[in-house]
């Protein structure tokens, strides 16, 4: 089976998800681009949408066709090649219109799992929940001839486990995309020790194809991403909770919050971030992790507290931020929570007192938004975070502490085998969490 013809019949799992429904919007284009290949004229593409909830896959109907317009307007010269011969298709709009069609009715929404069983490859987007996965795999496969391949987009859970418990022997690989899956470039790749070469030569392409960042990741739980992430998190609240032993810990999480974003230059403090993912994917994701873990503990009482009180964060439907840690307005930070009083307390009431706690940020700081573009970071931030060395501030010793952390995280993901080499750390970090600079650098040594 030759790219086109696999991705003649495919199957997503939780289309009408966060993830689900960029996956879908992704392979729908990239299907009905093939469809539109001369030598593919009249054979059908299909690519079912399957989920469980009805008004999920009606949702994702209107936002697939509002996406395929802005996508084929950005392709309006190809288009105008590709249907040269269309003589009806005259105007923009006509070539536009008529795109839009070849990509919805590739899509076929159901709530009917029976669906899949005719595709030759499934994506799967469901909860983040090993069973759940593993039952709906096995029984697709059970009752598939096609001996089809699953590309899991699962964040955690290691891909040999459900390769085991599913029965899928060399047929699965994880394809961790990354939120929004139709505007991030970085793609996780995870393979087993079985998984078929051709199947992983087929993601490579299928991701080139999407334009996407391909890195290889070992199959270890939570990955390089996560496995990054998780641990540099609960770096920033175990120096909040320290903090927290001479000042309110609601200030103690605003000031880590402010070192993790201005003092090491990325685009959104460690608690926002935390909030941005959701409070419970987080502390899915440890909990999922921490088995596999012989020598660490990923675990937070105070993810557990904001879970019990039901501060979880995360996105509402119309993607504005919801609140978490942080209460947000216009997605700016305004408030932050405070677990004891079960409130949430404005940051104007505190935020000079320990802005002047944390002292100042060197000279040549540079916000983040301006430094992802310095070509030489070396020459920018080696220099720069040199200069809190010299400073006397609970800032720049806090901003040290957390840099020389995330660099031992980043190693210590490459001593640990789950990413291949420093860089691979360093690309996930800027491409899927865009970081400014790698996390393994030199900036923060003695
Ligand atoms: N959200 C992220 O930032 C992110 C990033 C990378 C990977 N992931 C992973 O992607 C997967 C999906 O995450 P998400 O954030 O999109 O979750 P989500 O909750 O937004 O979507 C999950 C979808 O699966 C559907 N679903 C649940 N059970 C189902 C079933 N039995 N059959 C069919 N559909 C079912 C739900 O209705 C929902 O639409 C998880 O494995 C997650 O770990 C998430």
């Known amino acids: 089976m030759n790219y086109d013809e696999r991705l003649q019949h495919v199957s997503v799992l939780g289309a009408a998800g966060k993830m689900g429904s960029g996956i879908l919007l992704l392979t729908a284009v990239e299907m009905a681009d093939l469809s539109l290949k001369p030598e593919n004229k009249g054979k059908a593409f299909v ?8 008004e999920g896959l009606a949702g994702l109907m209107d936002y697939l066709r509002a996406q395929v317009l802005k996508i084929a307007e950005k392709k309006a010269v190809w288009l105008r090649s590709v249907y040269a011969d269309r003589d009806h298709l005259i105007e923009n709009y006509h070539i536009i219109d008529q795109y839009i069609n070849d990509v919805m009715r590739i899509v076929r929404p159901t709530t009917a799992m029976e669906v899949a069983y005719k595709s030759s490859l499934v994506f799967e987007a469901v909860s ?18 096609h001996k089809t391949w699953f590309f899991t987009n699962t964040s955690s859970v290691p891909i040999h486990f459900i390769e085991d418990e599913a029965g899928l022997k060399g047929r699965v690989l994880g394809f961790h995309f990354y939120n929004p899956p139709a505007v991030q470039k970085l793609v996780e790749l995870i393979v087993t020790a079985n998984t078929l070469p051709e199947a992983s030569a087929f993601a490579g392409n299928y991701a080139k194809a999407l ?51 201005d003092f090491l230059v990325r685009p959104m403090g460690i608690f926002q971030l ?42 509402h439907s119309s993607g504005a931020q919801k609140d978490g840690f942080l209460k947000y307005e ?21 935020a000079a007192s320990c802005d002047e706690a944390l002292g100042k940020l060197p000279e040549s700081f540079v916000p983040w938004k301006n430094a992802v573009k310095i070509k030489d970071k070396d020459t920018h931030f080696g220099p720069y975070f040199a200069s809190f060395k010299g400073m006397d501030s609970l800032g720049a010793k806090l901003a040290l502490r957390y840099g020389k952390r995330s660099d031992a995280i980043g190693r210590k993901l490459v ?28 900036y923060f040594n003695d």
């Open 128 to 145: 983040e929940n090993k069973d759940l996965k593993v039952k709906l795999l096995k029984q697709i496969d059970q009752n598939n001839p």
């Open 211 to 261: 334009g996407k960042v391909v890195v290889p990741s070992n199959d270890f739980a939570g990955f390089i991403g996560n496995g990054h992430f998780m641990r540099d998190a609960l770096h920033g609240i175990h120096e909040a909770l320290d903090l927290a032993g001479d000042r309110p810990l609601t200030e103690a999480i605003y000031m880590m919050n402010k070192i993790s974003q």
């Open 47 to 54: 690519l079912n949408a399957i989920d469980l909830s009805d």
């Open 274 to 315: 935390i909030d941005y993912v959701g409070v419970d994917v987080v502390q899915f994701i440890m909990k999922v992790m921490n088995p596999h873990l012989a020598d660490e503990d990923l675990h937070s009482d105070l993810l557990d507290n904001m879970m019990e009180q039901g501060i979880i964060g995360g996105q």
């Open 415 to 442: 001593a640990d085998k789950v990413a291949n080499n420093e860089q691979d750390v360093n690309t996930v970090m800027l491409t899927g969490f865009f970081h400014a600079y790698g996390p393994i650098n030199n």
């Open 330 to 350: 216009k997605g700016v930070p305004t408030a932050v929570y405070d677990v004891e009083k079960k409130t949430y307390v404005d940051i104007s009431q505190f």
